[in-house]
């Protein structure tokens, strides 16, 4: 019984240490093209109707329209920037695996923190990119530790 669940484990590991790279480049990438958020269509702008009485429309504008891309791209810059280092992290752990292994926490944990912080606003489109670089810090261990 014991060998069995020794074994789940070491499957999940293996797993977990085979997805480990994708995931960090893929979570490296998605916070690397953050900023193009201020590009996208994912504000809405109220219409006021000419006449009392009448419907507002209202329209998806993006964030560079809508006259807010201001408030947000130091935000997304500084997700991007974090995305830089996670995908620097996924280079240099080949060289420097303890080194790599910081700052892809580092860029992680950055993340998932503004993501948080920002959660009702622009935060849950970076939580994929903070779960997978997290998923990539825990899978880039060394084989002993």
Not at 47 to 67: C, D, H, K, L, N
Not at 70 to 82: E, N
Not at 102 to 116: C, E, K, N, T
Request: hydrophobic share 55%; with cysteine; net charge neutral.
């Amino acid at each position: 019984m014991a060998a069995t669940q020794e074994e789940g484990l070491g499957f999940k590991v293996n797993v977990i240490r085979r997805i480990a790279l994708p995931c960090g480049i893929v979570g490296g990438i998605w916070g690397l093209l953050a900023p193009i958020l201020v590009l996208l269509p994912i504000t809405v702008r109220g219409v006021t109707p000419p006449f009392t009485g009448e419907q507002g429309e209202s329209e998806m504008v993006s964030m560079v329209e809508a006259g807010v891309a201001g408030d947000a791209l130091p935000i997304l810059s500084f997700i991007a920037l974090m995305g830089l280092l996670g995908l620097l992290a996924i280079v240099l752990h080949k060289r420097s695996p303890y080194l790599g292994r910081i700052f892809i926490w580092i860029s992680a944990l950055a993340i998932l923190g503004v993501s948080l912080v920002s959660i009702f606003s622009l935060g849950l489109f970076f939580l994929p990119a903070s779960i997978s670089l997290i998923v990539s810090a825990i899978g880039l261990r060394e084989p002993g530790g």
